[in-house]
């Protein structure tokens, strides 16, 4: 069981890109799933905003708030006691003054129980993140296709198609960098940009649809698991298991034998001592012709 390795830390984590030791990185947004995560030996978990599409019903991470990251990272931490936690900060909550970021951040870490931060943005945010940093948050940057942004952004589009805006990908990492993260994640970059990137910096890049070339690789949970109803499939995920319809078809397996009345069977129910029933009824009958 890995429920007893030592926790990873940033210092280990660019030890490892020195290492080529590739990290592993999943999503887990309650206990159970946190569990399951450490016990299978994921090296860090992101309770990421994602939760707003994957366990909230929404259609975007936009909606997600503060008290929701809070509330689903500490279940996390409950659960994954042995492991890295990154914890999101949500839409429009670290773009303001840096103090009003500053109390977001101090939620996520005191109430949250997260050991970093993630923050979505690049040379535009690198004055927030050298703030969070300074005040010893260890902070994740992410670039590329930024969920939090796809309305600016024109969609679900992958980034570093062309030279520019390679370019832009480039001076963004770099800021970060710069600006103390301890790690970027890279999503929906072409696989020739990532890999340049992550060539260029000393810390690693976790990608999420930028191909092999990245330190890390990070996946949704309920993606690795098709643990959703419809699942829409996406071309960077590789799926493990078919959870979602091994879950729908087993309630209704026990739906049908509920109505079959299959269930309960004989070895689901308990019994009484002898006489208990028949006391209940004496007693009835008694109370009947003492009235009479």
Known sequence: ????????NIVKMKKMKENKEPITMLTAYDYPSAVLAEEAGVDMILVGDSLGNAVLGYNSTIPVTIDDMVYHSRAVARGAQSTFIVTDMP??????????TLKGVRRIMQEGHAHAVKLEGG???ADTVRAVVKAGVPVLGHIGLTPQS??????FR???????DAKRLLEDAKALEEAGAFAIVLELVTEAVAEAISNELSI???GIGAGRGTDGQVLVFHDVLQYASPYMPKRFVKTYADVGTIIRDSIGNYVQDVKNKSFPAEEHVFTAEDGVVESLYGSSKAKVENRS
């Open 123 to 125: 040379a535009e945010i």
């Open 1 to 8: 069981m890995a429920a007893t390795k030592k926790p990873l």
């Open 158 to 164: 992958v980034q570093g198609k062309d030279a520019a």
């Open 150 to 155: 796809v309305n600016q952004i024109g969609g």
């Open 91 to 100: 839409f429009m909550t670290y773009h303001g003054g840096i103090d009003e």
């Open 204 to 206: 690693p890049t976790i």
